[in-house]
């Protein structure tokens, strides 16, 4: 079947603007992941959602940062007032209980 | 607070040639551990993980990973190397909590010439 799949995969954007990176899940993954990709500082996990329940928010940089999950499904990421320390790729992941995580390709985020 | 170590940035080896990449964690407990692939513009690719049992794992495109308690090592392995094995490698550490989230290495590149 499908795997992950995010858009854009590629987002160019001003310092101050903010951006929404989606995310699509594989079909019946009930957790799913956020992680930033960067050069300084390596793969880091940002939010984590579990069905329903309230997501982990743990790894969230700052409160510019936020994302969403709804019906279960699809993901958007939000990063309001965007820093030229943003630029990262954005990498989300799903799993289903007892699987590993499996990645999607990424939206690289330029902040100009 | 959990931490995993890829202590090369770069390995080198020839096509035919076994190879080795390594991968050192520091968290409490059983951890769960995992390596990734990534190859250029593309997302991770799943590798082999260890959950419990036999300390070798074998994984897809030949790899094989050793895990070694003692030394809290889960190095990844491969008999005889491909030019199409060069990519980004990355280590991977679930410490088993709730939500299952993956602490990771800093990437180990592998470069295999022919």
């Known amino acids: 079947g499908a795997g992950v799949s995010q858009s854009p995969s590629n987002k160019v954007t001003e310092k101050g603007k903010d951006v929404e990176l989606r995310c699509d899940p594989i079909s019946g993954h009930t957790a799913l992941y956020w992680y930033r990709q960067s050069l300084g500082q390596g793969l880091e996990f940002l939010i984590y959602f579990q069905g329903n329940s309230a997501p982990d928010k743990s790894g969230l940089p700052s409160d510019r940062f936020s994302a969403e999950r709804t019906g279960g499904s699809v993901s958007t990421l939000t990063i309001q007032r965007t820093q030229q320390e943003d630029s990262a790729v954005y990498l989300c992941a799903s799993r289903y209980p007892g699987s590993e995580q499996f990645f999607g390709p990424g939206t690289r985020l330029t902040v100009l | 607070a959990q931490s995993v170590a890829q202590p090369e940035d770069q390995v080198n080896v020839a096509e035919g040639n076994p190879l080795t990449v390594k991968c050192t964690y520091s968290v409490s407990g059983n951890p769960y551990l995992f390596w990734y692939v990534q190859y250029p513009n593309r997302g991770l690719q799943f590798l082999l993980k260890?959950?419990?049992?036999?300390?070798l794992v074998k994984g897809s495109y030949g790899f094989e990973a050793e895990f070694n308690k003692s030394q809290t090592s889960f190095h990844l392995k491969k008999p005889s190397a491909l030019v199409s094995d060069s990519a980004l490698y990355f280590c991977a550490v679930n410490p088993r909590n709730a939500g299952n989230m993956l602490t990771f290495g800093g990437g180990t590149r592998l470069m295999v010439k022919p």
């Open positions: 260890y959950i419990t049992g036999d300390n």
